[in-house]
């Protein structure tokens, strides 16, 4: 395109952007260079988009404006509004500042509807008058001359009408501003938003003509608003040519768009999708159409965006209780072209962070050793082969669940309405809350066979005589009279787990009994499983009716995904046919029932592999924990749909299986299925558990292909099933937008694939009816990124037996990194139920997720519940482990007396006691502690912050003293960090009240932070405040030094001999290495040995406040007051 550029206007200057027109420059691209040359950063620049400059039509993320035939002009604006202006300015100051402008310029030229000159004149000469203010602090230009410039801060059309007289209430009101002194520039801004907001509080709404959807003829939409649905309703959206949108919300109703044009469409597409990134789920896009660009690179490396350290560090605690070799790869929220790796390692109880920065020659540097790489991706697999300068085994990516901090347009208002609200069967029956049914309204049918019967339960027709003169036929499932008293425990909670499940595309539990036989009573679908129903209708299907069974099989994997259930057994023989006529096939999925895969019951795993993923081989119980795993299965299900039902062989050697699979061997085509559909079976058959497809993308891409290939609302003629001895009645989901007789050949054009002679066979002599060639070579499916992910998938291993004796001569040796780990230790269910406390009669505590731990201890989350009308307050609540010992007790509680007595701004609150159980329940300190804080954060803190912080741990610890208590414990780890100014102390779980002669002398053998140790205290157990000096001189290396360990250079004699108190000598491991460090440590601080300067540290610093904490006998060690005025005095300097 030789020298073709592309033309962007901003609204901080008059002059417009030119960008080298790039084939492949998406609307994204120019974004993010555009970001990058107005210093808008990685987090808010997703605010932002293009339009284009003549018209009100916006650019879809992923448009290529080398496409765009009529203009290569656009302005690049604030298209995503924050709820609170006040956020926005605390994410990024330059997005904030842009907005303004843009705000400042769509009212100078009247370009907002809502601002009329009638209704906001005194308004609209506020607004002038505070933007004149603005000029004369932020630029410095004298009241003068912005007055006699006034024309240029004040509406054209109030200047229209009150050119004359108002020169002079613009005088008096900057002259009376300027003598309450003078204002921060963003405050002045800020002031200026909220006035506006009051005037236009629609600003950055978008208006779209469109046509709508009434009884299956398209009609205008009415002038009255409507509102149709929440963003946190939808779903996912659907596309066609010819610029219809369908739009799938959470009720299972959906709606249809008629747009008059194409760009038309994506701009309104691609303004939901953008809400829903910044409101719901970040990581996932809407519609397979429009694509975030960035968004597919981070997936491809399964890195996280610019979450921050905070968010890394807590979720590696959480997940992965900072587990070595565990780590976070994750953008840069302040610089482009940055990225961090948190790394969990054996040396640190905090994850290490690492730099990995794009070069000027497009090499990635990481700054552990200074080393370049070709990308971010080759340094991570170099890493994963023990070949790098860091150890990498576990990647934690991004899920669709994280409380990602990039939810910025999140709102505090309520959820929209969970799946299937108000939804009724055909029998009028409301699908609200299970309920307990008595026996005597059920009746059986006898003389009829049972409707099914499995390895544990049957199922047998019924009737529910529900209410009087209401009768509703129903299935009753009930554990055989074998398994009554073993497996009654997990029916139950197969009962439980079904029960509030409210999904049209689920079958529905109305109830359960609880009188002998204990039973599910389950909605009665008479037309039976779909692989019967496939079987005994294949001449009278079509694709279409098999796609369509796929999406309503897509949208139940997806409710169960919400609900956090975990399906396990889905198969083509779990899927009930619900309705069938000339415009619906609909479907819905059964309940898995109960199935354990016994190592003494070969067949029942031989005949489930196809469903069970690879790295569920070694124990198949996994896949009863996965969601992954039931993603697989869908595949395989799906497989089975489109190969009707029909049974795939038998297996009789697990190896060659697994053999196949790991060689890219997958089902082949079935015949008459769509080349897009196969994909989407593929995709589910990712051998990476990770880059596998989320449920609710798999419920996007099946309907956009049934809404897209095939014109989901065309009409045809169906035959009715021998078993429908009813009148069916057309299922209202359903209703038409267009009547469309076509043939889905002649209205789509598609070609329809068959598998034919694929010439690789790997069952020779199959008797299958695909022949010889049931798995095909699709090793080219699979991504290079492919590889053997560790995985966890059991969230009770310790409950589950383990089979893999079963597997080992095949898989063990292949899947050496697949682990299993405890997600959520549950021995008891009742017990692992979120916890509730009440404290003090007045407010309840909440607990959520475990933020941290010490020595004895466990600090949670959690919330402090007053009363309806306040708002819950975050908490941090200590906890013993349960395997505390008697002496951990006596501290707990010695702790609690201690953190009753003091209050002080730099030392955490404590809110209270819960009795039962034993609780400290303090205040929840925002930032976490000091350590992840300076290690997060080492390449902004200046050392006025860290004076700043070293002021307040001095004067907490000063206050300390005079209440005699001695903490023993004082580390960066310690501290906790409200904000950028402000730090607090915490964790008394070794403090000490003093005694009489103002010492603590140490009664307990037990393992203590010798590192922040003063000499007495190695040497003679001996604590006092001037201990707590030395301490505080280690914590301020670790300040200073930006979270380094603390760690003096020893000389440690190996091999020596080492003896107790009664001459015996101390064997290797049992408390000898410890001892021999503590004596190598205690004798290099008596020679003189100090922790070095810091390398960012001023020697002024270091000499006049570290080294004097460090003065080996205690006496000359100065107070905390000393050292709070040696601070005070280098902040001055």
Request: with cysteine; glycine share 6%; proline share 4%.
């Amino acid at each position: 395109m030789g020298g073709e550029v592309v033309v962007i206007h901003t609204c901080v200057d008059s002059a417009p952007e030119h960008l080298p027109l790039k084939n492949n420059l998406t609307a994204e691209d120019a974004c993010i260079e555009l970001s990058k040359k107005l210093r808008i950063g990685p987090v808010a620049r997703h605010l932002f988009a293009l339009k284009f400059h003549d018209k009100e039509v916006w650019l879809c993320p992923n448009f290529l404006l080398s496409q765009s035939e009529s203009t290569k002009e656009f302005d690049f604006r604030c298209r995503f509004k924050v709820p609170n202006i006040l956020t926005l300015k605390k994410i990024d100051s330059n997005a904030f500042n842009y907005y303004f402008h843009q705000v400042r310029s769509d009212v100078m030229l009247n370009k907002i509807a809502d601002i009329s000159y009638d209704k906001f004149k005194r308004e609209l000469v506020g607004l002038g008058v505070t933007d004149m203010y603005r000029v004369m602090v932020e630029d410095g230009v004298e009241r003068s001359v912005v007055e006699s410039d006034y024309k240029k801060y004040i509406p054209k059309e109030v200047l229209k009408h009150h050119s004359f007289f108002i020169k002079k209430p613009i005088h008096d009101s900057l002259v009376s501003i300027n003598k309450g002194g003078k204002h921060d520039p963003a405050f002045i801004k800020a002031q200026y938003l909220k006035q506006f907001e009051e005037m236009a509080p629609n600003y950055l709404t978008e208006t779209y003509r469109a046509l709508t959807d009434d009884g299956g003829t398209p009609c205008h939409v009415s002038i009255k608003w409507q509102q149709l649905c929440t963003i946190e309703d939808l779903c996912y959206l659907s596309a066609r040519p010819d610029s219809m949108v369908e739009i799938s919300r959470r009720n299972g109703i959906p709606s249809y768009l008629q747009f008059s044009e194409t760009f038309t469409m994506f701009s309104f597409i691609s303004s939901l999708d953008g809400y829903y990134r910044l409101m719901v789920k970040w990581t996932f896009n809407l519609c397979k159409d429009v694509i975030t660009p960035s968004l597919q690179k981070l997936y491809k490396l399964k890195c996280h965006g610019p979450v921050g350290g905070e968010f890394s560090y807590a979720k590696l605690e959480e997940k992965r209780n900072n587990k070595p070799g565990c780590y976070i790869l994750r953008e840069s929220e302040t610089s482009y072209d940055v990225y961090y790796l948190d790394v969990c390692t054996e040396e640190s109880s905090k994850p290490t962070t690492y730099k990995i920065t794009k070069s000027s020659d497009e090499a990635w540097m990481f700054s552990g050793n200074g080393k370049s790489y070709s990308s971010v991706a080759d340094f991570v697999n170099i890493c994963r082969k023990k070949e790098g300068p860091v150890l990498l085994q576990e990647c934690l990516p991004p899920t669709e669940y994280d409380k990602s901090p990039q939810l910025i347009c999140l709102t505090n208002t309520s959820k929209g309405d969970e799946a299937a609200d108000g939804v009724t069967n055909a029998d009028g029956m409301s699908l609200g809350i299970p309920l307990c049914i008595d026996t005597k309204t059920l009746q059986v049918f006898k003389g009829q066979k049972m409707l099914k019967t499995g390895s544990m339960c049957n199922v047998y027709r019924s009737l529910w005589r529900a209410s009087k003169g209401r009768k509703v036929e129903v299935a009753l499932k009930t554990l055989k009279q074998e398994h009554m008293d073993a497996h009654l425990r997990e029916f139950l909670e197969l009962a439980n787990r079904w029960a509030f499940l409210q999904s049209t595309c689920i079958v529905k539990l109305y109830g359960v009994t609880l009188t002998s036989p204990v039973m599910m009573v389950m909605e009665y679908l008479k037309l039976g499983p779909l692989n019967v129903y496939l079987t005994e209708n294949k001449q009278k299907m079509k694709p279409v009716d098999l796609v369509e069974a796929g999406t309503y099989l897509a949208t139940g994997l997806w409710h169960l995904e919400e609900q956090g259930v975990v399906h396990g057994n889905i198969r083509c023989r779990k899927i009930m046919v619900c309705f069938h006529d000339d415009s619906t096939f609909k479907v819905q999925l059964s309940d898995p029932g109960l199935h354990v895969y016994s190592p003494n019951e070969k067949d029942i795993i031989f005949a489930c592999v196809y469903w069970i993923p690879v790295e569920c081989y070694t124990n198949f119980m996994c896949a009863q924990t996965s969601v992954a795993a039931d993603v697989w299965a869908f595949g395989t299900t799906l497989w089975e749909i489109f190969s009707y039902g029909e049974s795939l062989p038998e297996v009789t050697h697990l190896e060659t299986i697994e053999k196949q699979i790991l060689h890219g061997k997958k089902l082949p085509l079935p015949e008459g299925c769509p080349r897009e559909v196969f994909s989407l079976m593929l995709e589910c058959w990712d051998f990476d558990s990770h880059s596998r497809k989320k449920p609710q993308a798999v419920m996007r891409d099946i309907n956009q292909i049934l809404y897209q290939v095939f014109n989901s609302r065309q009409t045809h003629s169906y035959a009715f099933p021998k078993s429908a001895e009813r009148k069916l009645v057309k299922d209202p989901e359903s209703n038409t937008l267009f009547s469309n007789s076509s043939s889905v050949s002649e209205a789509t054009g598609l070609t329809f694939l068959t598998s034919g002679g694929e010439g690789n066979s790997l069952l020779s002599g199959s008797s299958h009816p695909l022949g010889s060639s049931v798995f095909q070579d699709l090793s080219s499916e699979f991504s290079a990124g492919s590889s053997l992910e560790a995985t966890w998938l059991l969230k009770d291993s310790q409950n589950q037996d383990d089979h893999s004796h079963i597997f080992q001569s095949g898989f063990s040796p292949l899947l050496p990194s697949f682990k299993f780990p405890n997600e959520n230790v549950s021995g008891d269910s009742v017990i692992s139920m979120q916890g509730i406390f009440e404290l003090d009669g007045e407010c309840n505590v909440v607990l959520q997720g475990r933020i941290g731990q010490g020595f004895y201890g466990e600090v949670y989350r959690g919330v402090l519940e007053r009363d309806k009308d306040s708002e819950p307050e975050p908490i941090a609540v200590k906890k013993l482990k349960t395997s505390a010992l008697l002496s951990n007790m006596q501290d707990f509680e010695r702790e609690i007396q201690i953190m009753k007595s003091l209050k002080h701004p730099n030392i955490v609150e404590i809110k209270g006691i819960i009795e039962e159980g034993g609780g400290l329940v303090m205040e929840f300190v925002k930032h976490g502690s000091l350590l992840s804080y300076l290690k997060i954060n080492k390449e902004t803190l200046t050392d006025l912050n860290l004076l700043k912080f070293a002021m307040d741990v001095a004067e907490g610890m000063e206050y300390l003293g005079k209440k005699n208590i001695v903490h023993r414990d004082l580390a960066a780890r310690n501290i906790l960090v409200a904000n950028k100014n402000h730090v607090k102390i915490s964790d008394f779980g070794l403090a000490q009240v003093m005694d009489q002669d103002n010492y603590y002398i140490l009664k307990t053998n037990r393992e203590l932070p010798i590192k922040w140790y003063a000499p007495e205290s190695l040497q003679d157990g001996k604590f006092s405040t001037r201990s707590d000096v030395w301490s505080y001189g280690v914590t301020l290396f670790e300040m200073f030094s930006r979270g380094e360990d603390p760690k003096l250079q020893t000389h440690a004699p190996r091999n020596q001999k080492i003896v107790n108190a009664s001459g015996k000598e101390i064997p290797q491991g049992s408390g000898r290495d410890e001892r021999q460090e503590q004596e190598a440590l205690l004798e290099a601080l008596a020679c003189g040995t100090r922790l070095p300067c810091p390398t960012q540290c001023s020697q002024e610093i270091y000499v006049r406040l570290m080294l004097p904490c460090w003065q080996f006998q205690s006496q000359s060690r100065p107070s905390f007051g000393q050292l709070s005025n040696t601070v005070r005095e280098l902040m001055d300097g």
